[in-house]
């Protein structure tokens, strides 16, 4: 394992683009206090959103935690907009959002595509927030209508979970008691979670795989 630098979250992200969030503070014509825009990777520019008078970018709607698809076309983001936390799904070329997540969650706090753009693996929580008091659950749902989702894992999962290039494991972390550690999930024999080794301080979290398969960056407190 190689520490690169401090950050908190970290996106890997092959399409090119790169989802982020600001504050309504920041954002005259933002219409709630998290929103949703897209740049180049590069820091050129925004991606065909941009204001009248070509600068900057623009306000693409209300949400939080955003993911590109593998394509690059659609952003996944959770939102509570209709009055409740759900998942959606943002078409950056017809500007049209998709509710794919049916209401039971309180909070959700990360998505991740398959690597054929069809699923989507996240994290939400019932009856409370995420680490006050909430049920979490790991759990996969079609990127494409508002359903049920399948469950995979229960308990006190952290945030976004990285579906692997092959589509064959997802990296997520788990806190366990005062640690966080990350584990892998089989996702074609959905066999139990195994916990990767080495993790001998507390904090391990963020995971995000390589786009070929073979590295995942992480956070951790660890000493170089």
Same mark, same amino acid.
């Given at each position: 394992?190689?520490?690169? @630098?401090?950050?908190?979250?970290?996106?890997?992200?092959? *399409?090119?683009? $790169?989802?982020?969030? =600001?504050?309504?503070?920041?954002?005259?014509?933002? %219409?709630?206090?998290?929103?949703?825009?897209?740049?180049?990777?590069?820091?050129?520019?925004?991606?065909?959103?941009?204001? =009248?008078?070509?600068?900057?970018?623009?306000?693409? *709607?209300?949400?939080?935690?955003?993911?590109?698809?593998?394509?690059?076309?659609?952003?996944?983001?959770?939102?509570?907009?209709?009055?409740?936390?759900?998942?959606?799904?943002?078409?950056?070329?017809?500007?049209?959002?998709?509710?794919?997540?049916?209401?039971?969650?309180?909070?959700?706090?990360?998505?991740?595509?398959?690597?054929?753009?069809?699923?989507?693996?996240?994290?939400?929580?019932?009856?409370?927030?995420?680490? %006050?008091?909430?049920?979490?659950?790991?759990? #996969? #749902?079609?990127?494409?209508?508002? %359903?049920?989702?399948?469950?995979? %894992?229960?308990?006190? #999962?952290?945030?976004?979970?990285?579906?692997?290039?092959?589509?064959?494991? $997802?990296?997520?972390?788990?806190?366990?008691?005062?640690?966080?550690?990350?584990?892998?999930?089989?996702? $074609?024999?959905?066999? !139990?979670? $195994?916990?990767?080794?080495?993790?001998?301080? !507390?904090?391990?979290?963020?995971?995000?795989?390589?786009?070929?398969?073979?590295?995942? =960056? @992480?956070?951790?407190?660890?000493?170089?």
């Amino acid at each position: 394992m190689k520490r690169l @630098f401090h950050s908190h979250i970290v996106i890997w992200t092959a *399409c090119g683009l $790169v989802p982020w969030l =600001a504050s309504a503070a920041s954002v005259a014509d933002a %219409q709630s206090s998290a929103a949703i825009f897209v740049m180049n990777a590069d820091a050129a520019g925004p991606r065909r959103v941009m204001n =009248a008078d070509g600068t900057g970018p623009e306000w693409l *709607c209300e949400g939080q935690r955003p993911r590109c698809s593998p394509d690059g076309d659609k952003i996944v983001f959770a939102s509570h907009h209709e009055g409740f936390e759900s998942l959606y799904v943002l078409d950056t070329l017809e500007l049209q959002r998709t509710r794919v997540l049916e209401r039971g969650y309180d909070h959700i706090i990360g998505a991740s595509w398959s690597p054929d753009g069809k699923q989507l693996v996240f994290v939400g929580y019932k009856g409370g927030r995420a680490f %006050q008091g909430g049920r979490g659950e790991l759990a #996969v #749902v079609d990127a494409s209508a508002d %359903q049920k989702p399948k469950v995979l %894992q229960q308990g006190e #999962v952290g945030w976004h979970p990285d579906w692997s290039p092959d589509g064959k494991r $997802v990296v997520f972390w788990f806190r366990m008691g005062q640690n966080e550690r990350l584990h892998l999930l089989d996702m $074609v024999r959905e066999q !139990p979670r $195994v916990m990767l080794p080495g993790q001998t301080t !507390p904090r391990n979290s963020d995971p995000v795989w390589s786009p070929d398969g073979k590295q995942i =960056a @992480f956070s951790t407190d660890r000493a170089r």
